[in-house]
């Protein structure tokens, strides 16, 4: 049996905190085995690396391991998703469709987030888990499949029961063994170790020098909450690495980055924090701040367009009242000195950085990152900004005042980009 310590090199496991070891440790143990898994813990605690160890460790190694984010997908296509469907079987059903609990025949399936199943779906998958039954969607032909079962959560499922919103045979059935992973908070030792694997990551990524923290900040570090686990750890090197520029973060720089602090210089992550949002995507801050950028280097095109032809200064600032607000904030903001170089000015040298191509400066290995996000990928910013705004808006229940304060956007903002994009 492979040792602990080569389980978490092998799969990039950080820390040696007992808890964590033994939930490696029981993966170890049930991974030869079929028996259905519930990983459980809050969100960004690493649940994800638990199904693939025990993938990995069974006879089912060479076949498919698929992981599915029960949580993602509409209630409407999860189950077309999952079991397949008949070609015909519902409008747009053009063609048969083989579903993960065919193509993973012989292997395993991971479904995160399990407790955001629809009741029906439960029931599918009750049936499949008991005799290796499944029906494609729209078909009445009995299909067969030997799938082994790693599922995750990090809500209550007793809570769900007791709601009726998740079915109490089929979570004893998926909670044969039960691995749970510790929130960071109660993996004091663990903390600094992965913040500096996370910086020395970055350092390499971004091509920079790897950021350090002060004894302070390493103490307050350790002190504060991590709602958001490990994934917000990793978040907040990748922005220090990001971002800071003198390269040993005080406690108070560090402080500016953490959710509970006030008078910080950094958009959303920290109002992010606030909320429900568990990070999902650890780039949403960059893609953000890259997005922002791009929508004010327009209005400051358009401005300079307009000053460019018309020549008058006051004309062209009663003109166009609104966009200069827009650049330049609401009212009450102080005025911008392009020049000074403080830290709040840095996201505004990206953009001088962006639109001066042909002149490179300093500045442009620092921000190296904005060239190579765009290569690596092929999203658009138009299609990445449409995406978290939509993800904020459903977090929120639609409700904008809340999504404008995560994406760190004025209320007004939110509503012109909800009309130009159509949401
Ligand atoms: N012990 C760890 N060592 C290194 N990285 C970790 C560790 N635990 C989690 N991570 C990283 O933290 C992030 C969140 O982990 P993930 O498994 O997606 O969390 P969960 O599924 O519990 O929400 C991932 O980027 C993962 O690689
Ligand atoms: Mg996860």
Not at 26 to 36: L, R
Not at 117 to 142: D, I, W
Not at 211 to 230: F, T
Not at 232 to 238: D, F, P, S, T, V
């Amino acid at each position: 049996m492979e040792s602990i310590q080569a389980i978490k090199q092998r799969f990039g496991i950080i820390g040696n905190n007992q808890a964590l070891n033994r939930a490696i440790e029981k993966a170890i143990q049930v991974a030869p085995t079929d028996i259905s898994v519930l990983v459980t813990g809050e969100s960004g605690v690493g649940k994800e690396s638990i199904p693939k160890i025990i993938h990995q460790l069974s006879h089912r190694k060479h076949n498919k391991y698929i992981a599915v984010n029960c949580g993602a997908i509409p209630e409407g296509t999860i189950d077309s998703e999952l079991f397949g469907h008949e070609k015909g079987a519902f409008t747009g059903a053009t063609q048969t469709r083989e579903g993960y609990f065919e193509v993973a025949d012989g292997g395993t399936i991971f479904l995160d987030e399990v407790g955001e199943l629809p009741l029906t779906t439960q029931v599918r998958l009750l049936r499949v888990l008991e005799n290796g039954e499944f029906l494609k969607v729209g078909s009445s032909k009995v299909q067969k499949t030997d799938v082994r079962i790693v599922a995750a959560t990090n809500v209550n499922m007793f809570e769900a029961i007791e709601k009726e919103k998740f079915r109490e045979d089929l979570y004893y059935r998926l909670s044969t063994v039960d691995i749970n992973l510790p929130p960071l908070r109660e993996r004091q030792e663990d903390i600094h170790i992965l913040f500096r694997k996370f910086a020395s990551d970055f350092a390499l990524k971004y091509k920079m020098p790897t950021i350090k923290l002060s004894d302070n900040a390493i103490q307050v570090l350790l002190k504060h909450r991590w709602g958001g686990n490990i994934r917000q750890l990793r978040n907040i090197a990748e922005q220090l690495s990001v971002l800071e520029q003198n390269r040993t973060v005080s406690a108070s720089t560090l402080q500016g980055y953490l959710p509970a602090s006030s008078g910080t210089n950094l958009p959303a992550v920290i109002k992010t924090s606030k909320s429900e949002s568990d990070f999902s995507s650890e780039r949403e801050i960059l893609y953000k701040v890259l997005f922002d950028m791009k929508a004010d280097l327009n209005d400051l095109k358009k401005l300079t367009m307009e000053l460019m032809k018309n020549g008058n200064v006051k004309d062209v600032e009663k003109n166009n009242e609104s966009l200069i607000q827009k650049i330049y904030g609401d009212n009450d903001d102080e005025d911008i000195d392009f020049k000074e170089s403080n830290s709040n000015n840095d996201l505004i040298a990206i953009a001088e950085h962006n639109s001066s191509k042909d002149t490179p400066t300093p500045v442009q290995d620092k921000y190296y990152f904005a060239e190579e996000i765009e290569e690596e990928e092929t999203l658009s910013l138009h299609d990445k900004e449409l995406e978290l705004i939509k993800k904020s808006l459903e977090r929120h229940n639609g409700k904008r005042k809340l999504a404008a304060e995560e994406l760190g956007i004025s209320e007004r903002t939110l509503y012109r980009k909800i009309k130009q994009f159509d949401l």
